[in-house]
């Protein structure tokens, strides 16, 4: 059959058509659709890796270097066998951050939109000589099919055709969403295909050039040298530098990242590619030695060994436009992920500080920018394919782009395991590595030499031209510059918490988050406008399962955490951060996060927390947790960050609803006594009662400030102290009772006087009942009985437990006290009220309750006064209080006296004018209104007797 | 690290050792015995796995 192009041209569009319409079918069947979803697909589709290169390129490698070219597949299997250590932190980042590339991966760790633009131009730069060879190889392998020289407008065909499949299905899935089925199954299909051409070719060329294994196995007896050819390189020094250039490729090129982590099904797959993925590429390199010794039986001279795959088979027709067709297969499939994974990093990173004016243009437009990016990057590739010299060899260009993405392995590196790396010196470790590669790499491919012979011989090189020392003086330049410079610089804490949220991912989710559903919308609308913020929110609700407006935080956290995935995979984590989190730096190192974090470990396995640092969080924490008082600690943003178990039991409120959330949305009454005791000094203690619906409970308070930057914060301790106020009140009213007793002399003294007054009055006027003075005498017994009356009210006011409640009103304060000295004013003969109530303000009380104590009050400032003193009353408002201060010029309470001046029955006047029951009653009424009553001495002399009522709160 | 993880590193080194030392001479004698090397390499990765699985 005779071949020309316009059949070639026909079976690729063909071939590439069939793509097309299979990913088209599987994207839309659930049926089909699992194919896109199975790990074993997945592992296939890494096999992206397989490209032109492996098809063509490897035999041409294998007749210059030998074996050498396993290296770029040995590489591979080493990266496999780190997959526990090196892949899977990166996917598990990749998935919990919603990081659509490489770029997106060095922006979110480094917390710079820089970095990941000098990653995004260093990846299209490195990436687009690769996608020239894709080009370049195609077109070779026509040409030499039809028996022509390959030429610009032949290779013009051919790239236009892979560029067009490439456009048709990088648009479709360049829409955002992570994991699309159909682009895996295509591409598990096309790995398929190529393998499937790559061995029916070897086979047939196997038996038709040597017969068959014993054919081939005399052709190696009869030229030993063609062994020795092959093995002798792999000791050379080109060999380790080659394994480790594509250890890194295998999962840092931007195709084999996003096939790897952006599209990866599930957890299992991870696992499955570790040995599925090795044992495809060992497959598709097996017929390699053999094409390359049947092509090199039948090349003519001069041939390049890039294309013996074809001239290996050159008597069958059918089984050249087989091999073509792979290459044709791996080439469309190499470029279309290429260009889709550098799309997203030029639409993230590129295009919107050249090209757009608002934030809004990028999220409404994005679609726009993603698909003109995938042409933009097709073009540019094209573009390379027309300008580099055909003399370069497809395993020069291809060892280019693989040592472009080595660059990327010390920023990795500081990722996963160094958190003291930063973006200065990843970022001038990249410049550096960049400048390196250029001049050592990337201009030898357009036939620029730069002498460099000089620095090679100063590091112990003596062949400028092997491969192995442009690879480590590139790198460890690289590598020296990264370490240096972090060392040199500090890190912002943006970047040191994005640090630890990279060492530790499956426990920080780290959102600082709008409070409520409106707050979201607003702050989205200030970035992309109403229209987009609503079409956003209701499509990450859908999503999310969430109905809008979301009905509880855990709803709104759900809703928040789709929303942000969504915006990042279109527009960058830090994009879609500020977005949704306003900009607001983010604050991986809040307390109550880190404990969050470590409760998760706790939770993990035995196996999985065996050192001593996670034993000691886990003392701590159960100690914190069984402490039997309740303990809430805030951060210094008044965050809550402990909410301990006891407390847990003693309000009703579970940690997890609480830690995180600000201080000021804990439900009353606890917000109230922490807020209370926030405005305290550190180490003060309050006492209230509240009633809580079904029961009342009375708690003691305690705070202290927490030292230490940058997490200062407060303790507030808390004791519930119901049982032990019963107990006490229980306790006092038997005393009270036993002291009825006890002091029943005293009593007694108190009474015997009058009385004894009374009946001599009484029995003088009964011998004598016409005496002149009877109604003077009468009134002397009716002034004793008075007396006696009071006395006898004052102990039953004080001996009743009256436990019901005061119907507290709020009472104009000063007016009461005006009431009271108009009262007390009777009695004060000689002295001076000096009145100060300019502090007026209602106050929680009764207004009788409270005239009783100021008269009280009064009565005493005046028995204590002298002649001529002054008494002064005054109102003062004090942090939520008002308080009524007496006081008196007396002679004061001696010192020793002053601790018991509330006791009942403790009186410093003189008989008969106090029962000592008045001060303890002023206290006992005050006490019931949730107030004070206390007593201080009065500066020169005197004292001050002090009423602190609530102040009332409209 | 948990269990996995150090299979996986100890698996690792010895894979470096084997790959990036003159210890590779040792594979090198045929034609095919680079091509055995690896399947066996590949082998081996699959009975860890199966291992880590099966824990």
Same mark, same amino acid.
């Given at each position: 059959?005779?071949?020309?192009?316009?059949?070639?041209?026909?079976?690729?569009?063909?071939?590439?058509?069939?793509?097309?319409?299979?990913?088209?079918?599987?994207?839309?069947?659930?049926?089909?659709?699992?194919?896109?979803?199975?790990?074993?697909?997945?592992?296939?589709?890494?096999?992206?890796?397989?490209?032109?290169?492996?098809?063509?390129?490897?035999?041409?490698?294998?007749?210059?270097?030998?074996?050498?070219?396993?290296?770029?597949?040995?590489?591979?299997?080493?990266?496999?066998?780190?997959?526990?250590?090196?892949?899977?932190?990166?996917?598990?980042?990749?998935?919990?951050?919603?990081?659509?590339?490489?770029?997106?991966?060095?922006?979110?760790?480094?917390?710079?939109? /820089?970095?990941?633009?000098?990653?995004?131009?260093?990846?299209?730069?490195?990436?687009?000589?690769?996608?020239?060879?894709?080009?370049?190889?195609?077109?070779?392998?026509?040409?030499?099919?039809?028996?022509?020289?390959?030429?610009?407008?032949?290779?013009?065909?051919?790239?236009?055709?892979?560029?067009?499949?490439?456009?048709?299905?990088?648009?479709?899935?360049?829409?955002?969403?992570?994991?699309?089925?159909?682009?895996?199954?295509?591409?598990?299909?096309?790995? /398929?295909?190529?393998?499937?051409?790559?061995?029916?070719?070897?086979?047939?060329?196997?038996?038709?050039?040597?017969?068959?294994?014993?054919?081939?196995?005399?052709?190696?007896?009869?030229?030993?040298?063609?062994?020795?050819?092959?093995?002798?390189?792999?000791?050379?020094?080109?060999?380790?530098?080659?394994?480790?250039?594509?250890?890194?490729?295998?999962?840092?090129?931007?195709?084999?990242?996003?096939?790897?982590?952006?599209?990866?099904?599930?957890?299992?797959?991870?696992?499955?590619?570790?040995?599925?993925?090795?044992?495809?590429?060992?497959?598709?390199?097996?017929?390699?030695?053999?094409?390359?010794?049947?092509?090199?039986?039948?090349?003519?001279?001069?041939?390049?060994?890039?294309?013996?795959?074809?001239?290996?088979?050159?008597?069958?027709?059918?089984?050249?436009?087989?091999?073509?067709?792979?290459? /044709?297969?791996?080439?469309?499939?190499?470029?279309?992920?290429?260009?889709?994974?550098?799309?997203?990093?030029?639409?993230?990173?590129?295009?919107?500080?050249?090209?757009?004016?608002?934030?809004?243009?990028?999220?409404?437009?994005?679609?726009?920018?993603?698909?003109?990016?995938?042409?933009?990057?097709?073009?540019?590739?094209?573009?390379?394919?027309?300008?580099?010299?055909?003399?370069?060899?497809?395993?020069?260009?291809?060892?280019?782009?693989?040592?472009?993405?080595?660059?990327?392995?010390?920023?990795?590196?500081?990722?996963?395991?160094?958190?003291?790396?930063?973006?200065?010196?990843?970022?001038?470790?990249?410049?550096?590595?960049?400048?390196?590669?250029?001049?050592?790499?990337?201009?030898?491919?357009?036939?620029?030499?730069?002498? /460099?012979?000089?620095?090679?011989?100063?590091?112990?090189?003596?062949?400028?031209?092997?491969?192995?020392?442009?690879?480590?003086?590139?790198?460890?330049?690289?590598?020296?510059?990264?370490?240096?410079?972090?060392?040199?610089?500090?890190?912002?804490?943006?970047?040191?918490?994005?640090?630890?949220?990279?060492?530790?991912?499956?426990?920080?989710?780290?959102?600082?988050?709008?409070?409520?559903?409106?707050?979201?919308?607003?702050?989205?609308?200030?970035?992309?406008?109403?229209?987009?913020?609503?079409?956003?929110?209701?499509?990450?609700?859908?999503?999310?399962?969430?109905?809008?407006?979301?009905?509880?935080?855990?709803?709104?956290?759900?809703?928040?955490?789709?929303?942000?995935?969504?915006?990042?995979?279109?527009?960058?984590?830090?994009?879609?951060?500020?977005?949704?989190?306003?900009?607001?730096?983010?604050?991986?190192?809040?307390?109550?996060?880190?404990?969050?974090?470590?409760?998760?470990?706790?939770?993990?396995?035995?196996?999985?927390?065996?050192?001593?640092?996670?034993?000691?969080?886990?003392?701590?924490?159960?100690?914190?947790?069984?402490?039997?008082?309740?303990?809430?600690?805030?951060?210094?943003?008044?965050?809550?960050?402990?909410?301990?178990?006891?407390?847990?039991?003693?309000?009703?409120?579970?940690?997890?609803?609480?830690?995180?959330?600000?201080?000021?949305?804990?439900?009353?009454?606890?917000?109230?006594?922490?807020?209370?005791?926030?405005?305290?000094?550190?180490?003060?203690?309050?006492?209230?009662?509240?009633?809580?619906?079904?029961?009342?409970?009375?708690?003691?308070?305690?705070?202290?400030?927490?030292?230490?930057?940058?997490?200062?914060?407060?303790?507030?301790?808390?004791?519930?102290?119901?049982?032990?106020?019963?107990?006490?009140?229980?306790?006092?009213?038997?005393?009270?009772?036993?002291?009825?007793?006890?002091?029943?002399?005293?009593?007694?003294?108190?009474?015997?006087?009058?009385?004894?007054?009374?009946?001599?009055?009484?029995?003088?006027?009964?011998?004598?009942?016409?005496?002149?003075?009877?109604?003077?005498?009468?009134?002397?017994?009716?002034?004793?009985?008075?007396?006696?009356?009071?006395?006898?009210?004052?102990?039953?006011?004080?001996?009743?437990?009256?436990?019901?409640?005061?119907?507290?009103?709020?009472?104009?304060?000063?007016?009461?006290?005006?009431?009271?000295?108009?009262?007390?004013?009777?009695?004060?003969?000689?002295?001076?009220?000096?009145?100060?109530?300019?502090?007026?303000?209602?106050?929680?009380?009764?207004?009788?309750?409270?005239?009783?104590?100021?008269?009280?009050?009064?009565?005493?400032?005046?028995?204590?006064?002298?002649?001529?003193?002054?008494?002064?009353?005054?109102?003062?408002?004090?942090?939520?209080?008002?308080?009524?201060?007496?006081?008196?010029?007396?002679?004061?309470?001696?010192?020793?006296?002053?601790?018991?001046?509330?006791?009942?029955?403790?009186?410093?006047?003189?008989?008969?004018?106090?029962?000592?029951?008045?001060?303890?009653?002023?206290?006992?009424?005050?006490?019931?209104?949730?107030?004070?009553?206390?007593?201080?001495?009065?500066?020169?002399?005197?004292?001050?007797?002090?009423?602190?009522?609530?102040?009332?709160?409209? | 690290?948990?269990?996995?993880?150090?299979?996986?590193?100890?698996?690792?080194?010895?894979?470096?050792?084997?790959?990036?030392?003159?210890?590779?001479?040792?594979?090198?004698?045929?034609?095919?015995?680079?091509?055995?090397?690896?399947?066996?390499?590949?082998?081996?990765?699959?009975?860890?796995?199966?291992?880590?699985?099966?824990?």
């Amino acid at each position: 059959m005779q071949l020309n192009h316009f059949v070639l041209f026909f079976l690729a569009a063909a071939l590439l058509g069939l793509y097309i319409a299979g990913s088209e079918i599987v994207e839309r069947s659930s049926r089909w659709g699992r194919l896109g979803r199975n790990r074993f697909s997945y592992a296939l589709a890494l096999g992206v890796y397989a490209t032109t290169w492996t098809l063509f390129g490897s035999v041409g490698f294998a007749a210059a270097e030998g074996y050498d070219f396993l290296a770029v597949y040995f590489g591979v299997t080493l990266s496999c066998i780190a997959i526990p250590i090196l892949w899977a932190p990166v996917a598990e980042l990749v998935d919990r951050y919603r990081l659509g590339s490489i770029a997106d991966l060095f922006a979110f760790r480094y917390q710079s939109r /820089v970095l990941g633009a000098a990653v995004s131009i260093f990846m299209v730069a490195g990436l687009l000589p690769y996608i020239a060879l894709q080009l370049r190889a195609v077109a070779g392998g026509a040409a030499i099919l039809v028996g022509e020289q390959p030429t610009e407008e032949l290779g013009s065909v051919y790239a236009i055709l892979l560029s067009a499949f490439a456009a048709v299905l990088g648009v479709r899935y360049a829409d955002g969403r992570a994991h699309r089925p159909g682009l895996i199954a295509i591409l598990a299909f096309e790995s /398929v295909f190529k393998l499937f051409a790559l061995l029916v070719v070897g086979t047939a060329a196997l038996f038709a050039v040597f017969g068959g294994f014993q054919g081939l196995s005399a052709h190696l007896e009869q030229h030993p040298e063609l062994i020795e050819n092959m093995t002798s390189p792999v000791m050379g020094e080109s060999w380790i530098a080659l394994v480790f250039v594509t250890m890194c490729a295998a999962f840092l090129l931007p195709r084999q990242f996003f096939v790897a982590f952006v599209q990866r099904p599930g957890p299992r797959s991870l696992k499955t590619a570790r040995w599925a993925l090795p044992l495809y590429l060992f497959a598709i390199n097996l017929p390699v030695p053999i094409l390359l010794w049947a092509g090199s039986e039948l090349a003519t001279p001069g041939m390049s060994p890039d294309v013996y795959v074809l001239v290996a088979v050159q008597s069958s027709a059918l089984l050249q436009v087989l091999a073509f067709l792979g290459a /044709v297969s791996a080439a469309s499939a190499m470029i279309l992920v290429s260009s889709i994974a550098l799309s997203g990093m030029v639409a993230h990173y590129l295009v919107p500080p050249l090209l757009l004016p608002s934030p809004q243009s990028l999220l409404t437009r994005w679609a726009v920018f993603r698909r003109s990016t995938i042409i933009a990057v097709i073009l540019a590739g094209l573009l390379i394919h027309f300008t580099l010299p055909r003399t370069r060899s497809l395993v020069d260009l291809g060892l280019a782009s693989f040592l472009a993405v080595t660059h990327l392995l010390p920023g990795l590196i500081g990722t996963l395991f160094w958190r003291r790396a930063t973006r200065e010196g990843v970022l001038w470790g990249l410049i550096v590595g960049a400048a390196s590669w250029a001049v050592l790499t990337a201009t030898p491919l357009f036939g620029i030499q730069v002498d /460099v012979s000089g620095l090679y011989a100063l590091f112990g090189f003596m062949d400028p031209a092997a491969r192995g020392p442009t690879i480590w003086l590139s790198f460890t330049a690289h590598a020296f510059v990264f370490v240096g410079v972090s060392l040199l610089t500090t890190r912002s804490t943006e970047e040191r918490n994005a640090a630890e949220a990279c060492r530790e991912p499956r426990v920080t989710r780290l959102l600082q988050v709008p409070d409520s559903a409106e707050a979201l919308l607003e702050r989205l609308t200030s970035y992309v406008g109403k229209r987009t913020a609503i079409d956003e929110i209701y499509g990450a609700a859908a999503a999310a399962d969430v109905y809008w407006p979301p009905r509880d935080r855990p709803e709104l956290l759900r809703l928040i955490t789709e929303l942000e995935g969504r915006l990042s995979e279109r527009i960058g984590p830090l994009a879609a951060r500020t977005y949704v989190q306003g900009g607001r730096p983010m604050r991986t190192d809040a307390l109550a996060e880190r404990l969050r974090a470590f409760r998760e470990l706790d939770s993990l396995g035995a196996e999985q927390r065996p050192s001593p640092a996670h034993a000691a969080r886990r003392y701590l924490s159960l100690l914190m947790s069984e402490l039997p008082v309740g303990v809430c600690t805030v951060d210094d943003h008044e965050d809550v960050v402990v909410w301990n178990a006891q407390l847990e039991r003693m309000s009703g409120l579970e940690e997890d609803d609480i830690c995180g959330n600000p201080l000021c949305e804990i439900p009353s009454p606890w917000w109230p006594l922490f807020d209370e005791l926030a405005h305290q000094p550190s180490g003060s203690a309050i006492e209230r009662e509240y009633d809580l619906g079904d029961r009342k409970i009375e708690l003691r308070a305690q705070t202290a400030i927490i030292p230490g930057e940058p997490e200062e914060g407060r303790v507030f301790v808390v004791e519930d102290i119901t049982a032990l106020r019963q107990l006490e009140r229980h306790v006092a009213h038997k005393d009270r009772l036993s002291s009825i007793g006890t002091l029943a002399s005293g009593v007694a003294h108190e009474v015997g006087n009058p009385l004894t007054g009374i009946l001599m009055v009484a029995k003088n006027l009964a011998s004598d009942p016409g005496a002149e003075d009877a109604h003077e005498r009468l009134g002397i017994i009716v002034d004793e009985a008075k007396r006696i009356h009071g006395i006898v009210q004052s102990l039953l006011a004080f001996s009743r437990r009256d436990e019901t409640p005061v119907e507290l009103q709020a009472i104009p304060v000063a007016r009461v006290v005006k009431a009271a000295v108009e009262l007390a004013k009777l009695e004060m003969e000689g002295c001076r009220i000096d009145l100060d109530l300019s502090a007026d303000r209602p106050a929680m009380a009764t207004p009788d309750g409270l005239t009783q104590v100021l008269v009280n009050l009064l009565n005493n400032a005046r028995q204590a006064c002298p002649r001529g003193a002054t008494v002064y009353v005054r109102t003062r408002l004090d942090n939520g209080t008002v308080r009524v201060e007496v006081d008196d010029e007396g002679p004061g309470i001696p010192e020793e006296l002053r601790e018991r001046v509330f006791e009942p029955f403790f009186t410093t006047k003189p008989d008969g004018q106090g029962t000592g029951l008045g001060l303890s009653l002023s206290r006992q009424i005050v006490e019931r209104f949730g107030g004070s009553l206390t007593h201080e001495p009065r500066s020169p002399r005197g004292s001050r007797f002090t009423v602190t009522l609530k102040a009332y709160e409209n | 690290m948990n269990r996995e993880q150090e299979r996986a590193l100890l698996l690792f080194v010895v894979a470096i050792v084997l790959i990036a030392t003159p210890v590779r001479a040792l594979w090198l004698q045929t034609w095919w015995s680079p091509f055995a090397f690896w399947l066996s390499m590949i082998a081996v990765v699959a009975l860890v796995h199966r291992r880590d699985n099966a824990a």
